[in-house]
Every structure is written in C-alpha cells, then in structure tokens.
C-alpha cells in the first residue's frame, strides 16, 4: 500500500518561507518521479514542480521559479519543496504526487498516487 504523507505546511507572511516535506512508503522510492501541485480555493489544481528519480533534474512551473526549490532523499524516501519569497497568491493546499513514468508531467492524470495534502497559506 503506497502512502504519501506531506507535512510543513502553516501560516507565514509574505515574502517569508516554508520548507514542505512528503514521506513515502510502500514502493521503491527511488524508481518514481516525486512532484509537488497545489489547488487554491475556487481554483483548479496546478503543477508546481517536479523531481527526476536521482534528483539530478527538476521541472518548475513558471510561476515558482526562481523561488521554489525540489529535491529528494532517497535513503530517507522524502521528498521536500523549498519554498521562499512567498506570496499571497501562493496559498493553496499542497499535494506530492508519485509517478511511474518516465519523464515530467503536468498533468496529474499522470501521476499514480496522491498526498492528503498541507494547507499553506501567505498573508499579506
């Protein structure tokens, strides 16, 4: 049974920082593409970033870039998101997804497993 467990989420002011953290379990960690999305009240979920298998290479939305940071630790099975200069328009409910294909997807349909998700939220 695969399980994917976020934490770190919380309240924080804008322009502040918050590092996610997203535990797994019941696979080979290291053989799937770890990815970070988010979904905002009212609003459709959307890709943030994601993380290759060695955690050699990494894809960001447009929107994050610059600001946020993925990685992994594949002895520890976590996948983090680093996220700084945060903004209002960041707050979402972050979920990490996995996924066994082979290259980076933005679209969730690709992904085969989901976090409950963390709320983020940035006040201005």
């Known amino acids: 049974q695969v399980q994917l467990v976020e934490s770190g989420g919380g309240l924080v002011q804008a322009g502040g920082s918050l590092r996610l953290s997203c535990a797994a379990s019941?696979?080979?960690?290291?053989?799937?593409?770890m990815a970070w999305f988010r979904q905002a009240p009212g609003k459709e979920r959307e890709f943030v970033a994601a993380?290759?298998?060695?955690?050699?290479?990494?894809k960001y939305a447009d929107s994050v870039k610059g600001r946020f940071t993925i990685s992994r630790d594949n002895a520890k099975n976590t996948v983090y998101l680093q996220m700084n200069s945060l903004k209002p328009e960041d707050t979402a409910v972050y979920y990490c997804?996995?996924?066994?294909?082979?290259?980076?997807?933005?679209?969730?349909?690709?992904?085969?497993?989901w976090g409950q998700g963390t709320q983020v939220t940035v006040s201005s």
């Open positions: 997804a996995q996924s066994s294909s082979r290259f980076f997807y933005e679209n969730g349909g690709r992904y085969d497993y």
């Open positions: 993380v290759s298998r060695s955690g050699d290479n990494t």
């Open positions: 019941g696979r080979t960690f290291s053989n799937y593409i």
